[in-house]
């Protein structure tokens, strides 16, 4: 199936994007395999750059790669320096020991330096990593507002909070991007301590600017207007919601731990019926309305069926093939590729193909994007910027 261009009514439903990344960040939690970890990170970067777009959240991708190279580091760091919990033969190096009290025992700083806890550190750091790129794709493919669209009445408040914290992100980054181009322009220093606070300030201010302008927008709005509901109403909504929402967390630790899964799956169910019936009941105290709302088509179920797909063939392969996606540390042996396990995240590029292409997405897109002319949203027509004028093209003399 040919993916079209995106248009507003054939675009892909927001939700779409998380439920396809979760069951991404679903597989990496079941694994330590760094093979297949970093098949994973593979596999989220190719839908990525294959369909993200040039809005602001869609360039924080980048930032999470950062972000989760740096936790590799932490990780590894906190294992040279406090030691590893792994026991080891293979010394690399042995740091000075701090000797600690009576009450601190168990923990040390400094002494060996082992390979394989080392291995095992490193280990544990790229399974947090790939979690935090995941959701790092999803950030940069589904779009806030639109995700905003669909929740439920009774979580519009905690949605429209949870959007503003995940667009602040990548509005910072775009917005160092940009003073950091202004200062090599002015033939001014972009990097060091010193360009970092002189860009920091300028970033603040922005950051205010926009926190008093969408605090207006949303006062003028008429944001956090409830309707009246009955008291027997509301305490029923609680009651459904907090139990609902402690079965889904029982269930899901159900799945997840490898000595509950005969009650994880009835628990988290029922958990979802309570909640979805809690959320109904909240609704009624919301007073808004929606226009054009988002629709869940055949693409959509494509893409989350292709994460959930992923997600459960990773759990089903963990019960008849754990020594393949949990690799040991002791003794120290090289990771083997599983076939099935692997062939299985590659369900996870569906979405490359699948999902609408937006404008600007792709390499081709790209490529055709040099020849083609610009749209109105790059002239700068839409925030009043003046839109070049052609040249005159002289009349041939008779």
């Known amino acids: 199936m040919s993916a079209p261009q995106a248009t507003r009514s054939n675009a892909l439903h927001a939700g779409a994007w998380w439920l396809w990344a979760l069951g991404l960040a679903t597989a990496a939690s079941r694994t ?21 777009t040039d809005a602001p959240w869609a360039r924080s991708y980048g930032a999470f790669v950062k972000l989760g190279l740096l936790v590799i580091v932490i990780r590894l760091v906190f294992a040279v320096v406090l030691g590893s919990p792994i026991p080891g033969t293979h010394t690399l190096v042995t740091l000075p020991e701090v000797p600690l009290p009576d009450w601190a025992k168990g923990v040390r700083v400094g ?24 959701v790092g794709a999803a950030n940069a493919l589904a779009n806030p507002a639109r995700l905003l669209k669909s929740l439920p009445g ?37 990097r060091g301590f010193k360009a970092l606070l002189q860009v920091g300030l300028p970033v603040l201010e922005g950051a205010l600017e926009r926190s008093v302008a969408l605090a207006a927008a949303m006062d003028a709005r008429g944001y ?22 402690l079965g889904v967390c029982a269930g899901t630790y159900g799945l997840l731990s490898d000595a509950g899964a005969g009650y994880g799956l009835p628990l988290l169910l029922a958990g979802l019926a309570a909640a979805l019936g809690g959320l109904w009941l909240g609704g009624r105290r919301s007073v808004r309305t929606r226009y054009r709302p988002e629709r869940w088509g055949p693409r959509a179920c494509l893409v989350a069926g292709s994460g959930i797909a992923v997600a459960a063939l990773m759990i089903w392969a ?7 996606l949990h690799p040991p540390a002791v003794p120290l042996t090289a990771p083997v590729l599983p076939l099935w396990p692997a062939a299985s995240l590659l369900l996870g590029l569906l979405p490359a193909f699948a999902a609408p292409m937006p404008p600007g997405a792709g390499s081709g897109a790209r490529l ?15 925030t009043g910027a003046p839109r070049p004028s052609a040249p005159l093209k002289k009349e041939p003399t008779q």
């Open 318 to 324: 963990n019960a008849y093939a754990p020594a393949a």
């Open 154 to 190: 009774a979580l519009y408040e905690a949605g429209v909070a949870v959007v503003v914290a995940m667009t602040f992100a990548p509005n910072l980054v775009a917005d160092v991007q940009r003073l950091r181009a202004a200062r090599r322009l002015r033939g001014r220093p972009d």
């Open 224 to 245: 956090g207007r409830s309707a009246q509901v009955p008291p027997a109403v509301r305490h029923t909504t609680s009651v459904l919601t907090l139990g609902g929402l």
């Open 32 to 52: 330590t395999n760094p093979l297949l970890l970093g098949l994973l990170v593979g596999v989220a970067g190719y839908v990525v750059a294959a369909r993200r």
């Open 111 to 134: 002494g060996r330096v082992t390979a394989e806890g080392l291995v095992f550190a490193f280990y544990d750091g790229l399974k947090l990593a790939t979690l935090l790129i995941c």
């Open 368 to 382: 055709r994007g040099r020849t083609q002319p610009p749209r109105a949203a790059e002239t700068g027509s839409v």
